[in-house]
């Protein structure tokens, strides 16, 4: 054809990609969450960050988690900004998705040591770190990074969920994702002690008496997860929230989703039957968020590969933004 003809020829009509389909984006009026998390490349303003990390190296049997974070920005396209239950959006609150963590999978100690740094980098700056992970290894390193970020003198206590007390010495003699709470009462010990740190949701049936020993000697605070439905959660949170408030700084919140009954986030490495309710832990993040002293949250072992059409993926995503809706709430 011609150059006249071409330049006669209509204009296609279409619309950029994923515009149809792919609604992490949707209408503006939509006040979709993924297209609210679209970051602009500056630091300056934010009040909190999604940060992958998608490391599962120290998964000792099961990994997958390294998928985690892309489940969880995918499981973001469901939702919005808009909270129904208060009529109230939150939009005006700024966070921005500002990617991952340079991770390798070959090498945990630098891999760690990327995670500190830009988890210093931000709670210094004031921003909210929500870490995806990865596999629960990663809390470690998430809390050095607040410890550094907060300097010498000063404290932190911590609210764990989990199925599990993850306070092992070891895994065969190595690093394991059951070890980052043990890890940090031994190697941060200035800053953080076993009567500051809360651990919700151990499960039935799944931890050893030792690890149950362990956490009584270092004083930690034990909220077994039976007990905790039909309304045990409210009182709960406000007693961890005591706890890991007493004399500290700040606290640090780190959610393994294994904490969740198996019905409602099956993509997990340790899935169990007796979890928690998907409901109570979004209205404890909700919650701890709320607190002025909350300065980070970790969402760990979401593991794509044991999913069913994206369950857990859309469940961390909505509990990302109940903890989002918490911090936009304090002022
Ligand atoms: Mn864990």
């Known amino acids: 054809m011609d150059a006249a003809a071409v330049a006669g020829l209509k204009p296609l009509g279409l619309v950029a990609p994923g515009t149809v389909v792919n609604t992490m984006k949707g209408d503006a009026d939509e006040r979709r969450a993924g297209g609210w998390l679209e970051?602009?490349?500056?630091?300056?303003?934010?009040?909190?960050?999604?940060?992958?990390?998608?490391?599962?190296?120290?998964?000792?049997?099961?990994?997958?988690?390294?998928g985690g974070p892309d489940a969880v920005r995918r499981g973001m396209?469901?939702?919005?900004?808009?909270?129904?239950s208060d009529g109230r959006g939150m939009d005006a609150f700024k966070v921005a998705d500002i990617g991952d963590v340079l991770v390798t999978l070959t090498d945990?100690?630098?891999?760690?040591?990327?995670?500190?740094?830009?988890?210093t980098g931000l709670v210094a700056r004031g921003i909210v770190?929500?870490?995806?992970?990865?596999?629960?290894?990663?809390?470690?390193?998430?809390?050095?990074?607040?410890?550094?970020?907060?300097?010498?003198?000063k404290r932190l206590g911590i609210i764990h969920f989990d199925a599990h007390?993850?306070?092992r010495a070891a895994h065969l003699g190595a690093e394991s994702s059951g070890v980052p709470f043990r890890k940090a009462l031994?190697?941060?010990?200035?800053?953080?002690?076993?009567?500051?740190?809360?651990?919700?949701?151990?499960?039935?049936?799944?931890?050893?008496?030792?690890?149950?020993?362990?956490a009584r000697a270092q004083g930690v605070?034990?909220?077994?997860?039976?007990?905790?439905?039909?309304?045990?959660?409210?009182?709960?949170?406000?007693?961890?929230?005591?706890?890991?408030?007493?004399?500290?700084?700040?606290?640090?919140?780190?959610v393994d989703i294994d904490c969740i009954d198996q019905a409602q986030a099956p993509g997990t490495a340790a899935p169990n039957p007796f979890g928690l309710?998907?409901?109570?832990?979004?209205?404890?993040?909700?919650?701890?968020?709320?607190?002025?002293?909350?300065?980070?949250?970790?969402l760990v072992e979401i593991s794509p590969p044991f999913d069913r059409d994206d369950m857990t993926g859309r469940a961390g995503a909505s509990l990302v933004l109940s903890f989002l809706y918490g911090l936009a709430g304090r002022a």
């Open 108 to 119: 945990m100690p630098a891999t760690f040591d990327r995670v500190s740094e830009a988890i």
């Open 165 to 167: 007390h993850d306070l």
């Open 221 to 254: 605070t034990v909220i077994p997860g039976r007990g905790l439905r039909h309304g045990g959660m409210t009182e709960a949170v406000k007693r961890a929230l005591a706890i890991a408030g007493d004399g500290t700084d700040a606290i640090y919140v780190s």
């Open 39 to 66: 970051w602009d490349g500056a630091l300056d303003g934010l009040k909190a960050a999604l940060l992958g990390i998608p490391f599962d190296g120290a998964s000792v049997v099961r990994s997958g988690s390294r």
């Open 129 to 153: 770190p929500v870490s995806i992970g990865g596999d629960h290894s990663i809390a470690y390193p998430c809390m050095r990074g607040v410890v550094r970020a907060l300097g010498a003198g």
């Open 186 to 214: 031994e190697t941060l010990p200035e800053a953080v002690l076993g009567r500051n740190l809360v651990q919700i949701g151990m499960a039935e049936f799944t931890n050893s008496p030792q690890l149950a020993d362990y």
């Open 77 to 84: 396209m469901w939702y919005t900004t808009f909270s129904s």
């Open 277 to 298: 309710d998907l409901r109570d832990v979004q209205e404890a993040l909700r919650m701890i968020a709320g607190d002025p002293k909350t300065v980070g949250l970790d």
